[in-house]
T-cell receptor, first 113, second 118 residues
Framework: RKEVEQDPGPFNVPEGATVAFNCTYS??????FFWYRQDCRKEPKLLMSVYSSGNEDGRFTAQLNRASQYISLLIRDSKLSDSATYLCVVITNYGGATNKLIFGTGTLLAVQP | DTGVSQDPRHKITKRGQNVTFRCDPISEHNRLYWYRQTLGQGPEFLTY????????KSRLLSDRFSAERPKGSFSTLEIQRTEQGDSAMYLCASSPPPPGLAGVETQYFGPGTRLLVL
């Protein structure tokens, strides 16, 4: 079983729609959580960190449920420019020095005009 | 441009050849990571440097792979006797020290080196 699981999609939505992505992680010791965005043939870029209290950045809202080991990303009023792959990422640091990122497979979003 | 840079951006090689990739991190970032991404998958961790010390290597990093960061600045990743299964995008990321004992730093990725082994 992968440590971070996501529905690969694709999610095809019209402009202006609200879309939600979900992600589950298997290691209860995971302590940091992120959403990264990756455009086609480009590098991943940090979209936002995810906290138990929930956090919002404009049209984007991220939520963490530690009890269910579940992370979500909500995008409101989708734009064509939101089309990309959204990667769910966790850090599970076993007390070592490495904060290596553990990625899900990514969820592909295609916003249609 | 003061971001992470990687060279070359693309590499095509024949099976059995050796290849070397270079990563130049953001200045003063003491942490450097290598990841590998295959089609349809998220990036997978390969190895990590803190300054010049290689502190962790993934089991994905077979004996044919070696990485160095000799002066704590740029890093190289070499693959010897390449195999078709090595075809992937190799991503480098750098980060500053974390903000405080419990903090987590942001990793900044380079554009990647896309390797195709024929």
């Amino acid at each position: 079983r992968k440590e971070v699981e996501q529905d690969p999609g694709p999610f095809n939505v019209p402009e202006g729609a609200t879309v939600a992505f979900n992600c589950t992680y298997s290691n209860s010791a995971s302590q940091s959580f992120f959403w990264y965005r990756q455009d086609c043939r480009k590098e991943p870029k940090l979209l936002m960190s995810v906290y138990s209290s929930g956090n919002e950045d404009g049209r984007f809202t991220a939520q963490l449920n530690r009890a269910s080991q579940y992370i979500s990303l909500l995008i409101r009023d989708s734009k064509l420019s939101d089309s990309a792959t959204y990667l769910c990422v966790v850090i599970t640091n076993y007390g070592g020095a490495t904060n290596k990122l553990i990625f899900g497979t990514g969820t592909l979003l295609a916003v249609q005009p | 441009d003061t971001g992470v840079s990687q060279d070359p951006r693309h590499k095509i090689t024949k099976r059995g050849q050796n290849v070397t990739f270079r990563c130049d991190p953001i200045s003063e970032h003491n942490r450097l990571y290598w990841y590998r991404q295959t089609l349809g998958q998220g990036p997978e961790f390969l190895t990590y440097f803190q300054n010049e010390a290689q502190l962790e290597k993934s089991r994905l990093l077979s004996d044919r792979f070696s990485a160095e960061r000799p002066k704590g600045s740029f890093s190289t990743l070499e693959i010897q006797r390449t195999e078709q299964g090595d075809s992937a995008m190799y991503l480098c990321a750098s980060s500053p020290p974390p903000p405080g004992l419990a903090g987590v730093e942001t990793q900044y990725f380079g554009p990647g080196t896309r390797l195709l082994v024929l």
